[in-house]
């Protein structure tokens, strides 16, 4: 689960995002305020991952403030609790690390907990050497995420043993029925049609709707959702989902129709 700006994760906005100074967000993180995910204000039915972005205009930073961006990799770390995690056999400990300096590129695999949320922030290098705001996931279960060299990306999970490492190095073969997590058709789980339906071990802890969306790719933006189902406790939806595509379940469980 995505949002655009980190304030609207922390914080807890909704639609006034824009009008506040992300480093309202660093101040807040101290207290290790609760996630908000952007893509459910207003009731909408798409995945902005980027709706801050998009729905100002497209512009990083609409009002001119320069809030969005400038902070220090030295304000982050304050900000989330410490600087580099441990690294063990290139399995990453909650902790804050710079892609191509601690940690290499790639496409990542990411432990939690199936039943409280775990957190990914990704920072953008700019020029100067500060940072700006990029995407945020808020996940139950597992998590894949690209990483590209100059990424900041703080990962945070509440099981200590918990791990960010190279999607080459998991072994992951979950069985039907799937619980709350990300899973590649035609890799993880067949591709085919499932039923959806509330994982109750996630949802007294889910800060958000239980749903299922389906994905084209990793990119994070307003076109890679193609499919939304949100569901409540005794009811149930369906998905379709093709060879390629991704199915996260949020606080929810699929399993094969």
């Not at 639609?15 to 009731?43: P, T």
């Not at 399995?91 to 300096?101: H, T």
């Not at 690209?146 to 043993?161: C, I, K, Q, S, Y």
């Not at 790719?217 to 193609?226: G, R």
Request: aromatic residues 14%; charged residues 20%; glycine residues 14%.
């Amino acid at each position: 689960m995505l949002g655009g700006c980190l304030i609207a994760l922390v914080l807890g906005l909704g639609g006034c995002v824009g009008c506040m100074s992300c480093a309202a967000m660093l101040d807040h993180a101290y207290e290790r305020g609760h996630a908000y995910d952007y893509r459910f204000d207003g009731g909408s039915e798409t995945y902005p991952y980027d709706g801050y972005y998009d729905g100002y205009g497209g512009s990083p930073d609409p009002y001119g403030s320069g809030t969005l961006g400038g902070f220090t990799r030295q304000d982050i770390e304050r900000a989330f609790g410490g600087g580099v995690g441990t690294i063990e056999n290139g399995r990453c400990s909650s902790g804050v690390y710079e892609v191509g300096v601690d940690i290499m590129p790639g496409r990542y695999f990411l432990d939690g907990s199936p039943s409280a949320e775990s957190y990914l922030y990704v920072f953008k290098g700019e020029n100067g050497g500060t940072y700006r705001t990029d995407k945020s996931l808020v996940y139950f279960g597992n998590y894949y995420a690209d990483l590209e060299t100059g990424d900041l990306v703080v990962f945070e999970a509440p099981d200590e043993n918990a791990r960010m490492y190279p999607e080459s190095e998991a072994t992951f073969e979950p069985q039907a029925p799937y619980k709350s997590g990300l899973y590649l058709a035609g890799k993880d789980i067949p591709a085919g049609t499932y039923t959806i339906t509330v994982d109750e071990d996630a949802e007294g802890m889910a800060e958000q709707e239980c749903a299922a969306y389906v994905m084209s790719d990793l990119a994070f933006d307003t076109d890679s959702i193609t499919d939304t189902k949100y569901v409540v406790r005794g009811g149930t939806q369906t998905v379709t989902i093709k060879d390629g595509e991704w199915l996260e379940l949020y606080a929810a469980t699929a399993t094969p129709a």
